[in-house]
């Protein structure tokens, strides 16, 4: 009898992260989670996944905002974790929570179609209302950083 495989986040609490993509016009990509997503379908989300074994937090925000939206990141820095617990959806994450400035020239377009039903950039003032748990979260905290780094 061939063996169950384990899914992180359902059968042991898996590790997340995620980064708000950040220019500097002052507005962050999020993109809309589809009724396909592994959770929180229907809302708006920074770009981010699940942490391979092995790999590095750094190199999954790398690989994901390059997965999810074409688009290189730099000036990474972290902001906070989530306890995303889901138990309606029987889900249990350590969530990471960075910010990053997209590199210049770079133009994001939603490249997972079948993940995420939108991808748009946004200012900080016409933010969605309906933002996944880590990203409402950790939303406060990445525009006090960004205006300390970035607004002059």
């Not at 002052?26 to 379908?41: H, M």
């Not at 920074?46 to 690989?63: A, H, Y």
């Not at 730099?74 to 994450?93: C, G, N, R, V």
Request: aromatic share 10%.
């Amino acid at each position: 009898m061939a063996q169950k495989e384990l899914k992180p986040g359902k059968d042991y609490i898996g590790v997340g992260c995620g980064v708000f993509v950040v220019n500097k016009n002052g507005e962050v990509l999020l993109q809309l989670r589809s009724k396909n997503s592994k959770n929180e379908a229907g809302m708006w989300n920074k770009m981010g996944g699940s942490v391979e074994f092995g790999e590095k937090v750094i190199d999954t925000l790398k690989r994901e905002t390059l997965e999810e939206a074409g688009v290189e990141i730099e000036d990474i820095e972290f902001l906070s974790y989530t306890d995303h617990i889901l138990p309606e959806e029987k889900q249990h994450w350590l969530g990471l929570n960075f910010m990053a400035l997209v590199r210049e020239g770079q133009v994001a377009k939603n490249m997972e179609p079948h993940k995420f039903d939108d991808l748009r950039w946004f200012k900080f003032d016409q933010i969605p209302e309906n933002l996944a748990m880590p990203t409402r979260e950790s939303l406060p905290l990445m525009i006090e950083r960004y205006e300390a780094k970035y607004s002059k």
